[in-house]
């Protein structure tokens, strides 16, 4: 039988999940109000009451965005963000996904894989402030500079670490038995 929620327990239950509630309330709230007010037209950015719930407190409408997406400069800018975001996800993936394989099924006997994996982790700790003047010395000596390939270089320089431990943790919860079978059926480990 089931055991219900009842005494400290449920009341436990009760305030977690109001804080729960809450801390959605305060993360959630700063991207509602974005959007509402991206949808409301110039005029009624402030003289709007309430919650600014649309069409509720006003009509909205998608002019703003219209209006936006109409200059170059905006096409442009989108572009070039997704440009960078793609090349430094692929190359991030590209890079990381041997890495994290190697570390979820090799031991390495001078470096244990567990102080590996945690040293890709600790790349994270170095601000990347701290990194601006390094990286400018480098592209710079590459010729690269004020161009996408320096960016997406960069990117993917931070993005590495996330996608190491993440694949790791992925390829460690893949049953050894069907890397075994493909071996057994002629696969090497580039073909699994």
Do not use: C
């Amino acid at each position: 039988m089931a055991e219900s929620r009842s005494g400290s327990g449920g009341l436990q239950y009760g305030i977690y999940s109001l804080l729960g509630v809450i801390a959605a309330f305060i993360f959630l709230f700063p991207l509602y109000w974005a959007v509402s007010t991206s949808l409301r037209n110039p005029i009624d950015t402030f003289t709007v009451a309430g919650f600014g719930i649309p069409w509720i407190d006003f009509q909205p409408t998608l002019d703003n965005w219209i209006d936006q997406l109409k200059t170059p400069e905006s096409i442009r800018s989108l572009s070039n963000s997704t440009i960078i975001a793609v090349g430094a996800s692929l190359l991030a993936l590209a890079l990381g996904t041997p890495a994290a394989y190697a570390l979820a099924r090799f031991r390495f006997t001078l470096i244990p894989n567990r102080d590996l994996t945690v040293w890709f982790l600790s790349q994270r700790v170095l601000p990347p402030v701290a990194t601006v003047i390094p990286f400018y010395l480098v592209m710079r000596a590459l010729d690269l500079l004020d161009t996408h390939l320096a960016l997406i270089l960069v990117n993917a320089t931070f993005t590495l670490p996330f996608v190491v431990v993440i694949l790791r943790q992925t390829f460690l919860e893949l049953p050894l038995e069907l890397e075994e079978s493909a071996f057994v059926d002629g696969a090497d480990y580039w073909t699994t």
